[in-house]
């Protein structure tokens, strides 16, 4: 909306958008039986409102959907994975059958550092905090039931995104899905690997290679999947601060975009298959003003900055994760209560998916008992609290309006700060400088250590940790990988290697290094290692020989 434009003009605009989206089939009442209106705004002239706006409607202030969750509600997608993929299979069946949306694959750390469970260097590690996938194998029994053509899957992997994703589209064609059928997420986040979680194969720009021919053959082949999956999550989880959190993963989304830009991409045609990922942490109304500005500014940057014309060009879509940082091992059935919280803070702010921690996550994967928890908080929200009947429900709120703008302005100054440490005006330049200088890194740091010290002065407070402390709580019984599925990994990925042909594989990985040296998209013939049965390993090795590896330089 324009910011002089009469709010009843606005509302009955949106009024006629609501009305086409949605086909009223019950009453929305309190739990008293008072009727609640989808949306809420002021009742005349407000000089605010140019900012916040309606929903549904440029700068997506309030929602991408002018029906909120009366007409969507947020997909359930609850992460999980560990030991090996019939293990985790299992528990996939068990979220879908007990009400989850969506899957969210989590990787043991071989997997995602690009390595097989029989290298030397995967020992003690294999389905320890994720699933072990090999081959294209493991992820047909990772899938083996589940059909890839009706459910979305989001997989948590960058280093090793690619031929992971080319994994996932070989395990559909076996079930006889066509790829374009696919809809999901891939991760594939690069730059918040450099700047936070540390798990790469290569220096940035052949990661930066690969990801852009994977966005060109999503934007021609799978035009519902989303190749890229910008992370705040662990930028947050690694001591950020939510300013740092939503301008260094709006920075990367924009980097992504220059990326996609250079490749003569349309940019109404590949920025909506981004989507990004937060950290929903345990300040309510803090988190939920983050949301609201993280929409606004992708979309005012997407038009005025990108040329982004269409709406869904302009659209940030966003899977939201409770906070895993803040759950504590002392006392933890206190951390359903966090979980909620963050839970709830996700949901005010619009968020289009979502994922709850279990109660023992702080200390093991998650039992089925906790994992179940953790799903039935979601669903206590969406049928039971009445928060869905409503459209942000606190635009308006002078807090929430004042946080939002607050964020939004510390998100300005240090994307002005990026662009020009890069010298270009760009801001991948940017990132790939501060990235080579360490200074995301001692930002985060800086921010960490300012916590910790509050933590330890008693000027913040933990529930059990510093303050509160006694208890009744009996030892928690944890979940427990053991050796025995690293063994048996082993032994069957040995079984496999000898029942390949092994002049198919050689020539696949042979056509993949050839590939590797010229401007040719990766992916068909990375496609064809998968089908041939080549290992993660031994892909990700061709590549580490070709392209050569990194280590971050020493920063004090």
């Not at 993963?249 to 920025?271: M, Q």
Request: charged share 25%; net charge negative.
């Amino acid at each position: 909306m324009q910011p002089d434009e009469p709010i009843e003009a606005g509302r009955a605009r949106w009024q006629a958008r609501y009305d086409a989206a949605f086909k009223r089939d019950r009453e929305f009442r309190t739990l008293s039986g008072l009727d609640v209106d989808p949306v809420y705004g002021p009742p005349g002239a407000d000089p605010r409102f140019g900012r916040i706006g309606w929903p549904g409607e440029f700068p997506f202030t309030r929602g991408l959907y002018a029906t909120g969750y009366r007409g969507r509600p947020w997909t359930i997608r609850q992460f999980a994975g560990f030991g090996n993929a019939r293990q985790t299979n299992e528990r996939y069946k068990m979220i879908l059958g007990a009400g989850g949306g969506g899957l969210s694959v989590a990787f043991d750390m071989p997997t995602l550092m690009g390595r097989d469970s029989d290298d030397p260097r995967s020992l003690g590690e294999v389905g320890h905090c994720g699933v072990a996938v090999d081959s294209a194998l493991d992820m047909d029994l990772l899938f083996d039931g589940i059909p890839l053509g009706e459910v979305t899957t989001s997989m948590t992997i960058s280093g090793p995104a690619v031929p992971i994703f080319c994994m996932y589209v070989v395990a559909a064609e076996r079930q006889g899905v066509p790829a374009g059928r696919l809809n999901g997420t891939l991760q594939t986040d690069i730059f918040k690997e450099y700047i936070a979680q540390k798990e790469w194969l290569f220096a940035p720009e052949p990661h930066l290679r690969l990801i852009g021919d994977l966005m060109e053959f999503c934007a021609a082949e799978i035009p519902a999947y989303k190749p890229l999956s910008v992370s705040g999550y662990h930028i947050r989880e690694a001591g950020s601060t939510a300013a740092q959190e939503l301008a260094f993963t709006l920075a990367d989304g924009f980097g992504y975009v220059e990326l996609g830009l250079s490749r003569g991409l349309d940019v109404d045609v590949f920025a909506p298959g981004l989507s990004f990922f937060f950290d929903a942490h345990i300040d309510f109304f803090e988190e939920i003003a983050k949301f609201r500005a993280a929409r606004r500014i992708w979309a005012r940057w997407m038009r005025d900055v990108y040329g982004a014309r269409t709406e869904k060009a302009q659209w940030l879509r966003f899977h939201t994760q409770t906070a895993g940082v803040s759950l504590t091992a002392q006392q933890p059935d206190n951390n359903i209560v966090r979980t909620a919280v963050e839970a709830l803070a996700a949901v005010l702010g619009g968020t289009n998916s979502l994922h709850t921690n279990a109660l023992d996550e702080v200390l093991a994967l998650p039992s089925e008992k906790a994992a179940e928890i953790a799903l039935r908080t979601q669903q206590v929200i969406m049928e039971e609290t009445e928060v869905v009947n409503v459209v942000d429900p606190l635009g308006g709120s002078w807090y929430v309006e004042a946080l939002t703008d607050r964020l939004e302005a510390e998100a300005e100054e240090i994307f002005a700060r990026i662009r020009d440490m890069g010298g270009d005006g760009t801001m991948t330049a940017g990132i790939l400088r501060g990235i080579e200088d360490g200074w995301f890194m001692s930002e985060i740091a800086e921010s960490a250590f300012d916590y910790q010290r509050k933590l330890e002065k008693g000027d913040k407070r933990i529930v059990g940790v510093n303050c509160h402390t006694s208890t009744v709580e009996e030892p928690l019984e944890i979940l427990r990988i053991g050796h025995e599925v690293e063994a048996e990994q082993r032994r069957v990925l040995a079984e496999r290697r000898g029942a390949r042909d092994r002049q198919v594989v050689d020539a696949a990985l042979a056509a993949l290094r050839s590939a590797s040296g010229t401007a040719e998209n990766m992916i068909p013939p990375m496609l064809a290692a998968v089908r041939a049965e080549a290992t993660l390993g031994e892909i990700c090795d061709v590549l580490r020989e070709e392209w050569g590896t990194y280590s971050e330089p020493a920063a004090f």
